[in-house]
């Protein structure tokens, strides 16, 4: 009878073994990302620069989806994505940051390993050209969760991440959006910038200056393993070391196996008060809420009672992408191994 046993166990195990690495009950792979939320309409946006979001946001999707449908990890596909949203100066992050009060790009990002929980993020740094790289080497490489200003900047030099000069992350849309917040407020204009292009003869919009920026990418993998990351320049002509929900974990990025990966952007204040990603994942994990139902429980109804704009987006326990917004626009795309990749911007979009 052992016998017949053991040789059972040996028949189940070499089927095993032999099986491919995905069956149709295997999970398949799904990625989200964001590129910010706000009052982002029609009539707002040129079909230039309509087009220009569309394709940047198109093109860090591919990139993150190309990974998970090789069969490598969701946190990979989470840096990989949002790499390219950093490097993009169309997005509030990385290269796009727009400008504290001083004249300066401080930027903040953070990560979540859905497996065990791990998490990495960094605040105020000011010369690493990918701050998603650096939060996750936090998490990788270093004892710690958050690593902030000088610190953080020591830590990726150790890493020998690449670094970039102030001037990396100068676009003029952003410069006129913080002499418009100080104008407005009535404080002083800093000097350009060091090494930041000559102010331009001709006059140019401010791009999308009613938008909460920051970019952010949630996946699963093809084993089944969750992963969040966000990374923002946070708010214009922001002061006194002020920092938001993007590198909080819990507020801008949750993620764990089984239940989901969230990443949210918005105004940081009141994402960090509802602990926003954590709650999303909470009702998911405690109520058996989908993706789309707890985003929305926290976003319109939770978020939007205390006063906070912004949006989320989710991998749910079931692998299926969700997000929800309470501002009129939304950068997003998403992608399953069972549906063909959607980039959206408008409230009446998919
Ligand atoms: N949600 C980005 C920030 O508040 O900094």
New binding site residues.
């Given amino acids: 009878m052992r016998i017949a046993g053991a040789l059972a166990i040996l028949v189940l195990l070499s089927a095993c073994a032999a099986a491919p690495a995905r069956t149709q009950s295997a999970p398949g792979w799904s990625i989200a990302i964001h590129g910010g939320a706000g009052i982002i309409e029609r009539p707002q946006l040129t079909a230039e620069t309509e087009a220009a979001y569309r394709d940047g946001l198109a093109r860090a999707l591919a990139a993150g989806a190309a990974v998970l449908r090789d069969g490598g990890a969701s946190l990979d596909a989470v840096e990989a994505a949002a790499r390219i949203l950093e490097d993009d100066p169309l997005f509030n992050a990385g290269r796009g940051a727009v400008f504290t009060a001083d004249g300066r790009n401080e930027l903040?990002a953070s990560i979540m390993d859905g497996r065990a929980g791990a998490a990495g993020a960094v605040a105020g740094v000011t010369s690493v050209r990918n701050p998603i790289s650096l939060a996750r080497a936090v998490m990788e490489k270093s004892p710690h969760v958050m690593l902030m200003g000088a610190g953080a900047e020591a830590f990726a030099t150790e890493q020998g991440l690449a670094r970039v000069p102030p001037a990396y992350f100068f676009t003029e849309r952003r410069w006129l959006q913080l002499e418009e917040t100080l104008r407005a407020r009535g404080a002083p204009i800093p000097a350009r910038p060091e090494g930041a292009t000559p102010s331009p003869s001709a006059a140019l919009a401010p791009l999308d200056d009613h938008a909460?920026g920051?970019i952010g990418v949630v996946a699963r993998d093809q084993n089944g393993h969750y992963a969040a990351g966000t990374s923002?320049g946070?708010?214009t002509g922001k002061r006194w070391g002020r920092v938001?929900?993007?590198p909080v974990i819990g507020a801008?990025t949750f993620a764990r196996n089984g239940v989901c990966a969230v990443s949210?952007?918005?105004?940081?204040e009141y994402?960090i008060r509802l602990s926003v990603a954590r709650t999303i994942c909470a009702r998911i994990e405690y109520l058996s809420e989908s993706g789309k139902t707890a985003a929305d429980a926290v976003i319109r109804d939770a978020l939007t009672a205390i006063g906070g704009d912004?949006c989320v987006i989710v991998i749910d326990a079931e692998g299926a992408p969700a997000w929800s917004f309470n501002t009129p626009g939304m950068y997003r795309g998403f992608e399953t191994s069972e549906t063909a990749p959607v980039i959206s911007i408008f409230a009446d979009e998919p």
């Fill in positions: 903040d909460f920051t923002t946070g708010t938001g929900d993007s801008g949210a952007t918005g105004t940081g994402f912004g």
